[in-house]
């Protein structure tokens, strides 16, 4: 009987993850709605996990887990989590409500089906606001107030993002409004069993995950105990190579001095919708043509700088990056870049004809970034009060400015920077610079209230001069592949000889790696101020410093974590830095401005880490299978133990994000593709830490073949959503 539900709780499991990543991949050519309808919705789907759960809490009384309390109570807590979420399916309710200012009243919302339910008391919009970042048209928060008359009794509250509203087991969230503003939609979520039900299994599941840190007869615990830990070597055959593209041969086009283009770069650009350096502009704009921040020796501002003032030299310089061949055969271009001059008007229209794929479409957002850029249209560097209103407006070299605004404002708005361009072509830097400063003052006194706090302007424009990831990321790579291959050689000769130099000098490199990305962090989040942790590019770098983190932290107690470290961390930020060019440094929306998100990414990070050293781990064991079955099956004790932090961090990391889906959006899952996989990812690498049922684990080459076939689903949760998938959680960088 035993078997049969060992056999029946496990391959049901396994039956789910299949159905689970067969459903992102139907999902994408059929859509969500379609998927609701036909897999998550239904009644088989329902069935399959009532069925691993009824066997596995049967399974788990065979097995006498409850002799075993952290085991007992993990395994409890999951059970009870499932039972919350089929009490939400049967008897929770979930639609929407439109309210008008209007319209007075309402007493019944809609489901998504379309049928309608009434409320225990009526709702009224008194007023809906939009509030945005000062001195910027990007939206800060949606905020509805409404009015509840339930009987004789009136209640007037707040509904806006991340802010719910309850009454009579209720929950009103902020979900859109009219374009006209005077009306708003409201979700409506009414389930007072399943969210308790649920969040008692969260709570469970937290308390399992501490009794598996201190008790001592947890699985966890025993293995810390192991003596085969002690002597553990890590070593990995692992090859890499790193190459980098090098700057334009010969002389650059000329630019402002570098002390003069920093000045420029000191202005304050509306930009992205938000106030920044000019010299965020003039990075993105760098790294957007030429896929990187500098060029041949010049920074960002001096590159910016001179398509402003030197248009017809530069035109003829080869520094736009085309990745596509056939663009630039059809441009006509020799080589990876092209110039601006190949950009003619015939080979443009003869790009744009028909429906451009994205090759060509990203041609030709080089070409347009230019034409903005050196017609002024991009440089919105004048504040004025616009007289109709009131409002603060940013105005470019060839906006329209508003007749009533005062003669002298108008024409020194038109005349400022044609000024400096005379300036540049006399060659009067001198000059040059205090009429910056005067721009500076004007804008400093025009717009001085909603202009960014001075720290975290000098603390953008810092982030910008300390920009050496590549750099750190060769560096990191580098050091740890020396000290593998130094190890592997150690290890197969069986020599008792250790490399005490290229140990100090990648511990030396992880060591000047984490001041750096701690520095890099600090700067970005002090910049935006949120914690940089909202897009691909922001999180990978987070994950290089959570592997740094946990390398410093362990490296004492298992050594040759040091070079994993290296290895990984220099990986992740070279992944960060694969893109054109770093994702802009924008305001959070809405919806991300929660502290639940950052807690959330980075525990999942947290993870993330662990199973890419856990990567690294098993590979290097399923070398040594044949050379050192020893080595391999130490290898295995350190991936077990790797196994519970990085399966408790994601486990943490998907309930808390959980919560913080239930209070933006009203419920706490939603099948989303990222939702997903993680669930498959996790349920994936549960398997291994189930040798004592499942026998095939028990043996070092299955489990480190495991372990390396396993991280595809990382792959697919981190990067085959956002490229292939889609879905809300899909990052933007």
Not at 262 to 289: S, W
Not at 417 to 436: G, I
Not at 558 to 581: K, Y
Request: include cysteine.
């Amino acid at each position: 009987m035993e078997k049969i539900l060992k056999y029946c709780s496990f391959g049901t499991l396994a039956l789910i993850v299949v159905v689970l990543a067969a459903a992102t991949v139907l999902e994408k050519f059929y859509g969500t709605a379609w998927s609701s309808a036909h897999l998550y919705g239904t009644a088989w789907f329902a069935l399959l996990w009532t069925l691993a759960a009824v066997s596995g809490a049967a399974y788990i009384g065979r097995r006498g887990l409850a002799k075993q309390p952290a085991a007992f109570l993990l395994h409890l807590a999951l059970l009870v989590v499932v039972a919350g979420a089929g009490i939400t399916r049967v008897s929770g309710l979930q639609g929407t409500v439109h309210l008008r200012t209007d319209k007075g009243a309402v007493f019944a919302f809609t489901d998504r089906d379309g049928r309608e339910h009434p409320f225990p008391f009526g709702v009224e919009l008194l007023d809906f606001r939009v509030e945005r970042y000062p001195g910027t048209d990007v939206p800060m928060d949606f905020e509805s107030r409404i009015r509840i008359t339930e009987g004789t009794e009136h209640l007037e509250g707040v509904v806006s993002m991340n802010r719910i509203f309850v009454r009579s087991g209720y929950r009103l969230y902020q979900s859109g409004y009219d374009p006209d503003r005077c009306g708003t939609i409201l979700a409506v979520s009414h389930d007072p069993w399943g969210i308790g039900v649920t969040y008692a299994g969260y709570a469970l599941l937290g308390i399992a995950m501490m009794l598996f840190a201190v008790d001592r007869r947890s699985g966890f615990r025993r293995l810390l105990r192991s003596p085969l830990l002690k002597r553990a070597s890590f070593v990995l055959l692992f090859a890499t190579a790193v190459g980098s593209a090098s700057a334009a041969d010969g002389a650059v086009p000329p630019a402002l001095p570098r002390e003069t283009a920093r000045e420029l770069g000191g202005l304050y650009v509306y930009y992205n919708g938000r106030i920044c350096p000019l010299e965020t502009l003039a990075h993105e704009f760098t790294a957007k043509l030429c896929g990187r921040s500098r060029y041949g020796g010049l920074t960002a501002e001096q590159v910016l700088s001179g398509w402003l003032f030197y248009y017809d030299d530069w035109k003829h310089e080869p520094m736009i990056r085309i990745r596509s061949a056939g663009v630039r055969r059809r441009l006509g271009a020799e080589g990876r870049r092209v110039c601006l001059s190949d950009f003619h008007n015939v080979a443009m229209e003869s790009l744009r004809t028909g429906k451009m794929d994205r090759a060509t479409a990203e041609a030709d957002e080089k070409f347009r970034i230019v034409g903005m850029l050196c017609s002024g249209g991009m440089l919105r560097i004048f504040p004025y009060t616009d007289p109709t209103d009131g409002s603060l407006r940013w105005a470019s070299l060839v906006d329209d400015l508003p007749r009533e605004l005062p003669h002298e404002q108008r024409v020194f708005i038109r005349s400022a920077m044609n000024y400096v361009n005379e300036l540049v072509v006399r060659r009067d830097f001198d000059r040059v610079a205090e009429v910056l400063h005067g721009i500076r003052a004007y804008q400093e006194r025009e717009a001085g209230e909603v202009l960014p706090a001075p720290v975290r302007f000098r603390a953008e424009r810092l982030y910008h001069a300390s920009d050496f990831s590549r750099a750190v990321a060769m560096a990191l790579v580098a050091a740890g592949f020396a000290v593998c291959a130094l190890q592997l050689r150690r290890t197969v000769r069986r020599s008792a000889v250790r490399s005490r130099t290229a140990h100090r000098l990648c511990m030396g490199v992880i060591v000047l790696g984490f001041a750096f990305l701690t520095l890099r962090l600090a700067l970005r989040g002090c910049a935006s101020g949120h914690w940089p942790l909202s897009n691909g590019y922001e999180t990978m770098q987070f994950l290089a410093w959570c592997v740094l983190s946990l390398t410093l932290c362990f490296g004492r107690r298992f050594r040759p974590l040091w070079s994993f470290g290296a290895l990984a961390a220099g990986l992740a930020l070279l992944v960060s830095t694969m893109g054109e060019s770093n994702p802009q440094i924008t305001p959070l929306i809405p919806v991300l401005d929660s502290p639940l998100l950052s807690i959330h990414v980075a525990l999942v990070m947290f993870a993330y880490a662990l199973l890419l050293m856990l990567l690294f781990n098993a590979a290097t064991g399923l070398l040594l299978c044949r050379l050192r079955p020893a080595e391999a099956v130490r290898m295995q004790l350190v991936g077990r133990l790797l196994l519970y932090p990085a399966l408790f961090a994601l486990t943490a990391g998907i309930f808390v994000g959980a919560v913080w889906a239930n209070i933006s959006w009203g419920r706490y899952w939603g099948w989303d593709p990222k939702e997903v996989w993680a669930l498959v990812t996790l349920l994936v690498y549960a398997a291994p830490l189930h040798a004592g049922s499942l026998p095939w684990f028990r043996r070092a080459d299955h489990f480190h073949a495991y372990c390396v076939a396993a991280f595809l689903s990382v792959l697919v949760t981190y990067f085959g959503v956002n490229l292939l998938l889609g879905g809300l959680h899909s990052y933007a960088g």
